[in-house]
């Protein structure tokens, strides 16, 4: 089956502005599925997804109607300093049944990894971000997921042993798959009045890392560890504030500022090991004179552009590359390695495997800041050591 059998092509008419594109502007840059799709046999760095189907996202009908609104401003933006090899696939309309839009997603997202181009889904309903974890399935590689959104989705999930959810009970279905490829989940922005103590003793318990908007805002730069870590990334629309960004029938006074949302994307698109991102929730019903579609056309913006400017200083080769910095604690006979790329001043910790643990490889390096430098030579284990070393084991 071709991937073109799963995409409908996208009516430019509808989009474009009459006098059509400057040619600094995306929309003639982005090879588009309009009339042929595009040959992702040339070199493509990433490719673009609307995905329609709001079937199961709770309360915020009219979201699959969202990926066309993004893409016309996001058209409309000019290319960076630098020349994008980006698709643009067209649209996976709703399959006669929500998990046939599943399998399409998952089926899509795999196929885009195995060729080395990112995919960028536009949604649609956030359940959709249990489809593009599927198709890491197919890949058998652990998943690092980081998930941008003011709750956890961890409501009660009632589709039994079919793949199907919702957008507010789909992590329910990546904490339970069966096979378990989920190494790690961050979550980016929760607000503690959305979730439950129990969700959060759950997230403690099983040594993922949850950070509270609070500590957060005005501060966005400590998620780039975490983002920095992630091998796919779901962001739902309702974490922004909703004076920066109303459409969504979800939308909440408090969140991320729109600048910070578009710092977010361009860690996510630094990080050289992030495979695939998804923007969901968006309701064109609830925008604003478009200016919730400007703000995720300028997320994406700032994803290309991370994208564009990566570092590829993943440690440690070559060695000569990186400064190695040794740090003893108070109480324990133990150091903890921390490693800095001399390209872009990033850290990283070297966590041991378990005396059972990998055969290949004595150590797993994490991302981490400076903060966690400061703490060790402080003679303290940081959090982030061991919590990573107790998924390790």
Excluded at 186 to 192: A, I, M, V
Excluded at 230 to 235: G, L, N, Y
Excluded at 322 to 337: A, G, M, P, R
Aim: a negative charge; hydrophobic letters at 35%.
């Amino acid at each position: 089956m071709s991937l073109a059998d799963f995409f409908t092509p996208i009516d430019l008419k509808k989009i474009a502005p009459k006098k059509g594109y400057y040619t600094s502007q995306l929309g003639d840059k982005i090879v588009h599925y309009s009339v042929d799709f595009p040959d992702l046999e040339e070199k493509t760095d990433i490719a673009i997804i609307g995905v329609m189907d709001d079937r199961n996202a709770v309360g915020n009908p009219g979201c699959s109607l969202g990926p066309d609104y993004i893409r016309e401003k996001l058209y409309q933006l000019n290319e960076g300093g630098y020349s994008v090899k980006i698709a643009d696939l067209g649209n996976i309309r709703a399959g006669e049944k929500v998990t046939d839009t599943y399998f399409a997603v998952k089926t899509v997202v795999a196929e885009l990894i195995k060729k080395d181009i990112i995919p960028v889904i536009l949604g649609g309903g956030q359940d959709i971000t249990y489809a593009q974890y599927l198709g890491y399935e197919e890949l058998e590689q652990k998943v690092d997921l980081v998930v941008i959104d003011s709750h956890f989705d961890l409501d009660e999930d009632n589709h039994g042993e079919s793949i199907e959810t919702t957008s507010a009970s789909y992590l329910n279905k990546i904490f339970l798959h069966d096979p378990n490829y989920l190494f790690n989940f961050s979550n980016l922005g929760y607000q503690t009045y959305f979730v439950s103590q129990d969700s959060l003793r759950v997230m403690d318990k099983l040594y993922f890392d949850v950070h509270r908007l609070g500590e957060l805002s005005g501060n966005v730069a400590v998620t780039e560890p975490a983002i920095r870590n992630a091998s796919m990334v779901s962001f739902d629309i309702g974490a922004i504030r909703a004076a920066d960004a109303m459409g969504n029938a979800n939308a909440t006074p408090n969140g991320f500022y729109g600048e910070e949302a578009c710092q977010l994307c361009r860690y996510a698109g630094f990080n050289d090991k992030l495979t695939s991102i998804g923007f969901y929730e968006f309701n064109p019903a609830y925008d604003s004179n478009g200016q919730t579609a400007w703000q995720l056309a300028q997320m994406i913006w700032y994803f290309i552009d991370g994208f564009y400017n990566r570092k590829r200083d993943f440690p440690l080769n070559p060695k000569s590359q990186y400064l190695i910095y040794k740090t003893s604690l108070t109480h324990e006979d133990q150091e903890v390695v921390f490693v800095k790329s001399k390209k872009s001043d990033r850290w990283w910790m070297q966590v041991p495997y378990p005396s059972a643990g990998s055969p290949n490889e004595r150590f797993h390096l994490v991302p981490c800041s400076y903060a966690d430098y400061k703490t060790a030579t402080s003679g303290e284990l940081p959090d982030l050591w061991w919590r990573t070393y107790q998924k390790l084991n």
